[in-house]
């Protein structure tokens, strides 16, 4: 067994993912600012609004850390339990490294004395951890599903370091050897890691104890096993969820390395409260609320539409000029303002600046928008819907912050146009 418990047990009291008996009088808030992965696991499928799943990696909305700053200052006001605000996503916290840290340092500086975590797969982290340390966070989980390269790759359909792509074996081996020393650095920087380990029968469920091991020859502290949860539309949908003799052999075997975390209850990337404890609908108003607010305080009430003719929503991103920007009142909508999209050419940075100039819209409408375009925007607060339709049927139900859904097949930006130009990226 490890030889460091004085330093768990100053460090561990009062988080409820590391004090077991902490979960029933202390409280965490996930802070979910990182919307963007750099590994792409086999059994993951990332959703961003479904308020019915309790996994991680899902999430109501996404907020920007200035929003999560207000949101945590009146959670933390409403529920003085609440010792721990941490950052698990709902993509990887340190693949979206600057709103991680913002968030962080701004929650520091307003409450000293709650602790800080961050989840991450640990990619990024070497590149990060004296940043991490600097601005409070005291407690790091690192997801280490295998370190044997052979069962690693079946894991990873890819990661991504930087502008590289990496595969199969190599993607392994890469990833292991980050973790490994990310784990190393932030235990020397006097941060608690803790490991999580995704067990997947037939995988991994035999090669626990060794990922254990290694992460306590690393520097972590404890051990978190959990059950895989077949998910629909990732690669290990098909895959069984392993029994429950199955995680027991599998506790026992790390067990001999590293203490466990029996009480984890998969939590999502948005979660407040006590571990276990259902977000209640008011909560879930509460950060929808936030995710509204412009950097003014004023709430997003207004809603922008890249359309040809101004009937219907039917142009895609990367052909709008303009957008129309409407208002609604007594579910009637009335467009208030046009207003000109940033000039092309300039790569993310031009949909940047379009999240600057639609920080008073709660939701876009486009015909078609790529990923990046449609990641950066929601990282802005924006809610961002591809459909087809009347104006003025859909206008009013994203401005009521309902759902709509795609038909149809996908829009691209012209006849001759690949998916891959610039209003793609």
Same mark, same amino acid.
């Given at each position: 067994m490890p030889t460091n418990e004085p330093l768990v047990a100053r460090k561990s009291g009062g988080h409820p993912c590391f004090d077991a008996d902490a979960k029933h009088t202390q409280g965490r808030a996930h802070l979910p600012v990182a919307p963007a992965c750099n590994v792409q696991c086999n059994y993951c499928n990332r959703s961003y609004d479904c308020v019915a799943e309790s996994r991680p990696g899902v999430t109501s909305t996404v907020l920007q850390p200035w929003q999560a700053e207000r949101y945590f200052d009146e959670i933390v006001e409403a529920d003085p339990s609440i010792s721990v605000a941490g950052i698990a996503g709902p993509g990887?916290?340190?693949?979206?490294a600057d709103a991680t840290l913002s968030t962080l340092r701004?929650?520091?500086?307003?409450?000293?004395?709650?602790?800080?975590?961050v989840a991450t797969n640990g990619l990024a982290l070497?590149?990060?951890?004296?940043?991490?340390?600097? +601005?409070? %966070?005291?407690?790091?989980?690192?997801?280490? @599903?295998?370190?044997?390269?052979?069962?690693?790759?079946?894991?990873?359909?890819?990661?991504?370091?930087?502008?590289?792509?990496?595969?199969? $074996?190599?993607?392994?081996e890469l990833l292991w050897s980050r973790q490994k020393e990310g784990i190393a650095r932030m235990a020397a920087l006097g941060v608690l890691v803790k490991v999580n380990t995704i067990v997947v029968?037939?995988?991994?469920?035999?090669? +626990?104890?060794?990922?254990? /091991?290694?992460?306590?020859?690393?520097?972590? !502290?404890? *051990?978190n096993c959990m059950a895989m949860i077949p998910v629909e539309g990732s690669a290990?949908? *098909? %895959? #069984?969820?392993?029994?429950?003799?199955?995680? !027991?052999?599998?506790?026992? /075997?790390?067990?001999? =390395?590293?203490?466990?975390?029996?009480?984890?209850?998969?939590? $999502?990337?948005?979660?407040?409260? $006590?571990l276990g404890e259902a977000m209640s609908p008011e909560r879930y108003a509460t950060l929808d609320r936030h995710a509204r607010l412009s950097p003014s305080g004023a709430e997003r009430?207004?809603? /922008?539409v890249a359309s040809m003719e101004g009937a219907? +929503? @039917?142009? *895609?991103?990367?052909?709008?000029?303009?957008?129309?920007? =409407?208002?609604?009142?007594?579910? %009637? &909508?009335?467009?208030?303002? !046009?207003?000109?999209? #940033?000039?092309?050419? !300039?790569? @993310? +940075?031009?949909?940047?600046?379009?999240?600057?100039?639609l920080t008073d819209c709660i939701a876009l409408l486009v015909a078609g928008i790529g990923p990046s375009p449609s990641r950066i925007l929601k990282a802005r607060g924006l809610r961002v819907f591809e459909t087809e339709g009347l104006v003025n049927d859909l206008v009013p139900?994203?401005?009521?912050?309902?759902?709509?859904?795609?038909?149809?097949?996908?829009? $691209? &930006?012209?006849d001759g146009c690949s998916g891959k130009g610039q209003g793609c990226a």
């Open positions: 990887d916290a340190l693949a979206s701004r929650i520091h500086e307003k409450h000293p004395d709650t602790l800080l975590c070497p590149q990060h951890a004296e940043a991490l340390a600097a +601005v409070g %966070v005291s407690h790091v989980t690192v997801t280490v @599903n295998a370190i044997d390269p052979e069962i690693g790759k079946q894991f990873y359909a890819w990661i991504r370091d930087g502008k590289n792509i990496h595969r199969g $074996r190599e993607a392994a029968p037939g995988l991994n469920d035999q090669h +626990v104890g060794e990922v254990a /091991a290694a992460c306590l020859a690393a520097g972590a !502290t404890m *051990h290990f949908a *098909h %895959v #069984p969820a392993p029994t429950a003799q199955q995680m !027991t052999l599998a506790r026992e /075997a790390a067990s001999t =390395y590293l203490p466990q975390m029996e009480h984890c209850s998969r939590c $999502r990337a948005d979660a407040v409260g $006590r009430k207004l809603v /922008a219907f +929503v @039917n142009q *895609h991103l990367g052909e709008a000029d303009e957008l129309l920007i =409407y208002s609604v009142a007594g579910g %009637v &909508c009335t467009q208030v303002d !046009t207003r000109r999209a #940033p000039p092309t050419g !300039t790569g @993310n +940075v031009r949909w940047e600046e379009l999240g600057d100039l139900m994203a401005a009521a912050g309902g759902e709509i859904r795609r038909l149809g097949k996908p829009f $691209r &930006c012209g």
